[in-house]
Each structure stands twice: as structure tokens, then as C-alpha cells.
């Protein structure tokens, strides 16, 4: 049976759609031109420039305190939601609690924001990098939690209970057995979790206060009032940092292998 | 009985941190957007006294009732062109060699490290009246020297496909990794075309996949607001627009608030229709 090219064509097309703007942005970030019309000689100026700007340091600051603190706290909260609903699932809580870190997993961003937004202003909190961090751990929980599951529900429940009856206590099963079984989902979690919230903008634009700028809002401010050559430089530099950071984390999964 | 009030007692120790901090951050906040809906603005931005129905009442607004159509179209074709897209490459991903399939998986989820902004930025730039797209088509003919491409509802579907596409290749790519690939060669054998072949036996066998897919695009796409935002302009505005409008431009958060609640509930409509179509297609099966 003869197969359809079709399916090669549009995968192929697809993906050319996906890398066209990316490259057109990391060429035109060398471009010495203004105005992106035409190439007009390869430049590091933007870089440079880059450099001078201490607003961008600053929110890069902001950005990876609040991404630290979120992911360590998402870390435990997700954890402990996921060994609730692996070790008591079935129960009706559980069914409860599993809709619970669900649904804000489906939830448009925009919706999370909005109410998060209505809670600080009817409690009367003031809007800075405090309120980031509580709204970033609440999108991370869900996400840790999901990805820590998925790793326990293919795992041996017999190991546990083999050290169990060989005497090993509560502390010891966990400290000894669980958390090293469980390593691999849990980094798998924290990445993820320091992933979305370095990334976040809709939320965080939302709960964000005067002085609480992160990299996503300054980028956003850039878009809409900067100048595009500087953010073409800055999304390199994104680029490159976030390449790196996939491949050595892959490169040491592969080693632990 | 004593032992099973221990285990109680334990699942409530183990879930009370994500039970109490997703209640307190996610439950009682979504009430708030209810009922703040449902209170008058006071005129220093922030919520009065009293209850009223004026913020409902606003929402019949023609221009509201432009946006909440335009949204929803806008949804609609976004989610259909991607479903379109990826089938085809869930298709090859699925038959291609287990070499080229890891090296094509890659490919598609590297982009999507890159930020969310800065790609939406990278497209800007393209479809910008000096970009590289607008020249190559002016060049040929296609378009005249004053159409824009930007700013409009149509870099707005443009967009979104570029943006939700991998969260559709994804799942009907998982649900044609477990399709029976000899099914669509026994259509063949009796009798049927290859495109009758492909809409009768394949699309239905990757259903779930296919559901998925729609669910992941079209749910978040109705509540687009940064993408309408840097390339929609004001011809391509949601209601994700309106949302952010009412909150940072004039502070209405009560009419902010009962937007989102429109938002909340055109939301929860697919979400339900998905679930409970799959409930119903799945018991005859469960029989077999």
C-alpha cells in the first residue's frame, strides 16, 4: 500500500512555521538597523546596550527570587497533595481534592488573575513581589502535584512495605526509600514549576504592585513602548539561557540513567 | 474501626496544606469575581457599598456583545486550524521510524522553552508593515502596499495556531501511538479510498485525542488577552481585552468582575459538553 505523502508536508511545514519568527528574531538582534528594513551590517550594539539598562537587571532579580521562593514552596504543597490522592484515592475527599488541583490547571490564565486580583483588594493586601508569590505557588501546585502522580503511580508499592517489615520507621521508609524513588518526579516538578513561574505574565501583570516589576512585565512594557532591536537582544539572551538550562538538565538525567 | 479513624486522620494530615492554601487561593477568590459582579464601583476604583444589577446590565452593551461574538469566532477557527494541522502530524509521528520520532517530538516542543511574549514579539515584527512577510507578499502581488497585516482578527487566529499548536500535536500524537495502524490497511483491503479510510476508521479511533486537543485550545483562547492585546489592535479585541481594560484603564473592578464571570461560564459550557460526550461514547464500548 502506497502511503500518503501529505502527512511528511504538513509536519514539515509546521515545523518551519514554528522556527521562521525565532531565527528572523536572534538575525535581526545582530542587525545593525534600527528599523528591522533590511540587513544592514552585523552589530553587538543592542547587547551593549542591554547592559545599560538597570531596570531589566532589576526585574531579572525580581523574577528569579519570586521563581525560587514559589518553587520550593509548590515543591512541598504539590508533594504532599499527590501522595493524599495516590495513597487514599477513591476516598470522597480525594475525588474532591483531585477536581480541586485539577481545574486550575484548565483554567484560562486571565480568570485566575482577575479573582486572585479581587481577593488582594477585598482583604486589603498591598500588591507587590508577597502577592506574586502566593498567586505563582497557586498555578505551581497543580502542576508539581500532577507530575510528582504521575511518577508514583507507576511505582512499586511492594518496596515500601518490604521496608516497612524490615523495621525501617515512618521517617526512615521516607527519608531512605520514598524520596529517592520518587527524585526524578520531583526535580521533573521543581523545573517546571521555576519554568511557569519565570514565564508568567498574565497573572503576575494582574497581582503585580507599583516596584514589583518582573522580566515578563518588562519585556511586555518593551513590546508595547520600547524599542524593538532591544528586545529582539534581550529575547536572545532568554534563548540562550533557557537552551542551556534543557540540555544540561536532560545531560543529567541521562547520566543518572 | 479504630484503625480506619487513624487513616482518616492521616489523609487529613497529608491533605489539608494544598486543601487549605487551593480554597483560600483558588475557591473563595472565584466566589469574590461573583460577588464583587454583583456590587456597585465606588469612584476611587474600588468596590462600594450595596448590591445591584447595573454591572449585568452593562454587559448588554453593543460593543460587548461585539467582542463576546468576536472572541468566540475567533476561538472557533483558531482551535478547528489547529486541529486540522495536527492531525497529519500525529498521523506521521506515530508511523515514522522511533529515530526520527524523538528527533521531530523535540523539534516541536523546543520553541515553546522560548517566552510566551517573546514569541508573540517575534510575530509582531513579521507581520509589521516594514517586515520581512508584508514585502515577500507585496513583492508577488498578493497584497497591496496599504493592507496590514497586523492589527486585525486575522493575526490574531494567526497567532494563537502558532502559540496552542504543540498543546494539539501533543495529545493526538499520544492517541495515534496506540491506533491499530492494520485497521486503516483491512478498510483498504475492502474496498475503501484512502481518505475514506483516513475520516472513518482513523479520526474516530484517535476521538479522545482529538477531544483533548479541541479543549486545549479552545478554552484558553477564549480567554486570549496578550495576544489580541500586542498583534489584534482594536479590530482584534476580546473579551480577555475587555477584562484588562475595565481593570487597568478606567478601575471598574465590578464590571471587570462580571465580564469574567461571562468569561467563567462560556468557559464551563465545552468543558461540560466534553465530559459528558465522553461519558456517553464510552459505555457501549466499556460492553465490548
Given amino acids: 500500500m502506497r502511503r500518503s505523502r501529505w502527512p511528511f508536508v504538513v509536519t514539515i511545514a509546521v515545523l518551519l512555521f514554528f522556527y521562521l519568527p525565532i531565527i528572523i528574531l536572534i538575525v535581526n538582534s545582530f542587525n545593525a538597523s534600527r528599523f528591522e528594513s533590511g540587513w544592514q551590517g552585523f552589530s553587538l550594539m543592542w547587547y551593549q546596550r542591554l547592559f545599560h539598562e538597570p531596570e531589566i537587571w532589576r526585574a531579572a532579580k525580581n523574577s528569579l527570587l519570586i521563581a525560587v521562593c514559589a518553587t520550593a514552596a509548590s515543591l512541598v504543597i504539590g508533594t504532599t497533595a499527590a501522595l493524599a490522592l495516590h495513597r487514599f484515592a477513591r476516598t470522597r475527599l480525594q475525588r474532591f481534592h483531585f477536581g480541586l488541583v485539577y481545574t486550575p490547571l484548565v483554567v484560562p490564565e486571565i480568570l485566575m488573575g482577575i479573582s486572585l486580583l479581587m481577593l488582594f483588594v477585598a482583604a486589603g493586601v498591598e500588591l507587590g513581589l508577597f502577592t506574586i508569590f502566593l498567586a505563582h505557588v497557586t498555578f505551581c501546585i497543580s502542576f508539581v502535584a500532577m507530575t510528582v502522580l504521575a511518577r508514583l503511580q507507576d511505582f512499586d508499592e511492594a518496596v515500601i512495605e518490604a521496608a516497612r517489615d524490615l523495621g525501617a520507621g515512618w521517617w526512615v521508609t521516607t527519608r531512605r526509600v520514598l524520596i529517592p524513588m520518587l527524585l526524578p518526579g520531583l526535580v521533573a516538578g521543581a523545573l517546571l514549576a521555576f519554568t511557569l513561574s519565570i514565564d508568567d505574565f498574565v497573572i503576575t501583570f494582574f497581582v503585580a504592585g507599583p516596584g514589583s516589576t518582573t522580566l515578563p512585565i518588562r519585556v511586555y512594557s518593551m513590546i508595547k513602548f520600547g524599542s524593538p532591536p532591544l528586545i529582539n537582544a534581550l529575547s536572545t539572551i532568554l534563548l540562550a539561557v533557557t537552551f542551556t538550562a534543557v540540555a544540561a538538565s536532560q545531560r543529567l538525567s541521562r547520566a543518572r540513567r | ?288
Avoid at chain 2, 462580571?258 to 467563567?264: E, H, M, N, R, T
Wanted: some cysteine; aromatic content about 12%.
Fill in chain 2, 1 to 288: 474501626m479504630k484503625r480506619e479513624s487513624r487513616q482518616k486522620v492521616q489523609e487529613i494530615l497529608v491533605s489539608w496544606p494544598s486543601l487549605f492554601w487551593l480554597c483560600l487561593f483558588f475557591i473563595i477568590p472565584t466566589l469574590f469575581v461573583f460577588a464583587i459582579a454583583l456590587k456597585p464601583a465606588n469612584p476611587y476604583g474600588g468596590i462600594g457599598p450595596g448590591w445591584t444589577l447595573d454591572n449585568l446590565r452593562a454587559l448588554a452593551n453593543s460593543n460587548y456583545l461585539t467582542v463576546a461574538w468576536r472572541t468566540v469566532w475567533i476561538s472557533v477557527f483558531s482551535a478547528a486550524i489547529c486541529l486540522v494541522l495536527s492531525t497529519p502530524i500525529g498521523y506521521y509521528l506515530a508511523r515514522v521510524s522511533a529515530r526520527w520520532k524523538g528527533f521531530f517530538l523535540m523539534l516541536i516542543i523546543v520553541p515553546f522553552w522560548t517566552n510566551f511574549l517573546v514569541r508573540i514579539f517575534a510575530w509582531k515584527v513579521l507581520l509589521h508593515p516594514e517586515g520581512a512577510i508584508k514585502k515577500a507578499l507585496a513583492l508577488v502581488g498578493l497584497i497591496g502596499p496599504q493592507t496590514s497585516l497586523l492589527y486585525n482578527s486575522g493575526a490574531v487566529v494567526l497567532v494563537t495556531v502558532y502559540a496552542f499548536l504543540p498543546f494539539t500535536i501533543l495529545p493526538i500524537y499520544a492517541a495515534a501511538e496506540k491506533f491499530d495502524f492494520q485497521l486503516l490497511e483491512a478498510a483498504r483491503d475492502l474496498g475503501a479510498k484512502p481518505f475514506q479510510a483516513f475520516s472513518r476508521v482513523f479520526l474516530p479511533g484517535i476521538r479522545r485525542g482529538l477531544l483533548t486537543a479541541l479543549l486545549f485550545v479552545f478554552i484558553p483562547a477564549l480567554g486570549s488577552y496578550v495576544i489580541p492585546d500586542i498583534v489584534g489592535g482594536p479590530g482584534g479585541e476580546m473579551i480577555g481585552n475587555k477584562i484588562a481594560q475595565r481593570v487597568f484603564v478606567d478601575r471598574n473592578l465590578p464590571l471587570a468582575s462580571a465580564l469574567s464571570v461571562v468569561l467563567i461560564l462560556s468557559v464551563l459550557a465545552p468543558l461540560l459538553a466534553v465530559l459528558v460526550l465522553q461519558r456517553k461514547r464510552e459505555k457501549p464500548e466499556s460492553l465490548i
